[in-house]
């Protein structure tokens, strides 16, 4: 049985499929298996893959009847993962040639559930590197309420390693078509693993790729809505609301607040959104919060009311986050 299992989604990516497959297969680290999960491709992905698959044993082909989207591919290859480890690796994307020896030999001399690298984004339009640090938050952090408190570099997947019961022992898999990194990272933290994070950069992360489903949803920040809506579920199902209540709505204004930064202000979607999250967010009292946590969410609410004020928050966090890298985390 091999140590890791590679977890790869594959729909419509041919432009850059060998290029993913070409930086998995020639890994420093050789006991894997790559569990690729193909979504019902209409280009010649299937035909590549079958190609890599002729070569490389290590390649296990499965077909999903439907196209049933990205967390439904993820969550079939976690269920036919047999090795006592789990990354993911998204198919348009490509991996440091020690990037399995680097992380296994991490988790296993730390002996933690989850163990976190830092990455490297390259821009599809631009041809521009960028290296995505944690912050100093991130890394010094107590709590693992601490690191659900940053919507962005915090909840990325692929560029860690999991390991496989802990995963299965506390029912986690993706749920959502969107932000669904987010609601899954958040959901790893309530079940409060032990998580070490540096930033040495082994995962490329390919953005501003016209054709994939983060380009296309990126400006359509009600997506927030439904991220929150099913974080503040998942709270209350597990009746952990009043203990995460403050650290929720920290949460939440920062995510609304990051959204907003993603393109130009617009007064009345900004608006659309602040309704919508503070109709099902404070559709009942919560008496049984400490003062501190209503003085928070009483802070929050006042937010949700004043929709200009967003506008200045996030024109603020805009430049906090080309100023000063401590804030790389937003």
């Given at each position: 049985m091999a140590q890791v299992s590679i977890i790869l989604p594959v729909y419509n990516v041919e432009p850059y499929l060998r290029q993913c497959l070409d930086s998995i297969t020639n890994q420093t680290f050789k006991d894997f298996e790559i569990l690729v999960i193909n979504d019902c491709s209409l280009d010649n992905s299937l035909q590549i893959i079958k190609e890599y698959q002729q070569?490389?044993?290590?390649?296990?082909?499965?077909?999903?009847?439907?196209?049933?989207?990205?967390?439904?591919a993820r969550n079939e290859g976690i269920k036919?993962?047999?090795?006592?480890?789990?990354?993911?690796v998204d198919s348009d994307d490509w991996v440091r040639k020690d990037y399995?020896?680097?992380?296994?030999?991490?988790?296993e001399k730390r002996d933690c559930d989850v163990f976190s690298a830092g990455f490297i984004s390259y821009n599809n339009?631009?041809?521009?590197?960028?290296?995505?640090?944690?912050s100093h938050l991130t890394l010094k952090a107590k709590s693992n309420k601490t690191l659900?408190?940053?919507?962005?570099?915090?909840?990325?997947?692929?560029n860690k390693i999991y390991k496989r019961d802990f995963l299965l022992?506390?029912?986690?898999?993706?749920?959502?078509?969107?932000?669904?990194?987010?609601?899954?990272?958040?959901?790893?933290?309530?079940?409060?693993?032990?998580?070490?994070?540096t930033n040495e950069p082994i995962y490329f992360y390919r953005i501003a790729r016209k054709e994939s489903l983060t380009y296309s949803?990126?400006?359509?920040?009600?997506?927030?809505?439904?991220?929150?809506?099913?974080?503040?579920?998942?709270?209350?199902?597990?009746?952990?609301?009043?203990?995460?209540?403050?650290?929720?709505?920290?949460?939440?204004?920062?995510n609304i607040a990051y959204g907003l930064t993603c393109g130009s202000f617009s007064l009345k979607r900004?608006?659309?959104?602040?309704?919508?999250?503070?109709?099902?967010?404070?559709?009942?009292?919560?008496?049984?919060?400490?003062?501190?946590?209503?003085?928070?969410?009483?802070?929050?609410?006042?937010?949700?009311n004043h929709a200009q004020l967003y506008k200045i928050t996030a024109f603020t966090l805009k430049i906090i986050r080309r100023l000063l890298s401590v804030f790389d985390a937003f």
């Amino acid at each position: 049985m091999a140590q890791v299992s590679i977890i790869l989604p594959v729909y419509n990516v041919e432009p850059y499929l060998r290029q993913c497959l070409d930086s998995i297969t020639n890994q420093t680290f050789k006991d894997f298996e790559i569990l690729v999960i193909n979504d019902c491709s209409l280009d010649n992905s299937l035909q590549i893959i079958k190609e890599y698959q002729q070569k490389d044993s290590r390649i296990i082909l499965f077909n999903m009847p439907t196209n049933r989207g990205l967390s439904n591919a993820r969550n079939e290859g976690i269920k036919l993962a047999k090795s006592k480890y789990i990354v993911f690796v998204d198919s348009d994307d490509w991996v440091r040639k020690d990037y399995l020896e680097f992380l296994f030999n991490n988790i296993e001399k730390r002996d933690c559930d989850v163990f976190s690298a830092g990455f490297i984004s390259y821009n599809n339009q631009t041809s521009k590197y960028t290296h995505n640090k944690y912050s100093h938050l991130t890394l010094k952090a107590k709590s693992n309420k601490t690191l659900i408190l940053f919507p962005s570099i915090n909840c990325t997947i692929w560029n860690k390693i999991y390991k496989r019961d802990f995963l299965l022992k506390n029912n986690l898999f993706f749920v959502l078509k969107t932000c669904e990194d987010c609601l899954f990272f958040y959901k790893l933290m309530l079940c409060k693993p032990k998580i070490i994070f540096t930033n040495e950069p082994i995962y490329f992360y390919r953005i501003a790729r016209k054709e994939s489903l983060t380009y296309s949803l990126y400006l359509k920040t009600h997506n927030i809505i439904i991220l929150l809506k099913e974080i503040y579920n998942t709270l209350n199902e597990k009746n952990i609301y009043a203990e995460y209540c403050k650290v929720f709505h920290i949460y939440a204004f920062v995510n609304i607040a990051y959204g907003l930064t993603c393109g130009s202000f617009s007064l009345k979607r900004t608006k659309y959104i602040l309704f919508s999250v503070k109709r099902f967010l404070f559709s009942d009292a919560h008496n049984e919060i400490s003062m501190s946590d209503k003085f928070v969410t009483s802070s929050f609410k006042f937010f949700l009311n004043h929709a200009q004020l967003y506008k200045i928050t996030a024109f603020t966090l805009k430049i906090i986050r080309r100023l000063l890298s401590v804030f790389d985390a937003f």
